[in-house]
């Protein structure tokens, strides 16, 4: 008999802290909660990793 396995929210808190700069949706979100373009954020994100809390800093908000 199989056992069910547990659902678990590992990995989803880390997964927020990141911007995936290939992502078009995520990409989209911050430029729209930032108020900057898309261009801009795959810039930010180039320049200073995938670190949502220095994107964020980086443009400014």
Do not use: C, W
């Amino acid at each position: 008999m199989a056992v069910a396995k547990k659902k678990t929210a590992r990995g989803r808190k880390q997964d927020r802290a990141r911007v995936a700069g290939g992502q078009g949706y995520e990409v989209q979100y911050e430029a729209k909660k930032t108020g900057k373009s898309a261009p801009a954020v795959k810039k930010a994100v180039k320049k200073v990793g995938n670190a949502r809390k220095r994107v964020e800093k980086r443009l400014g908000r």
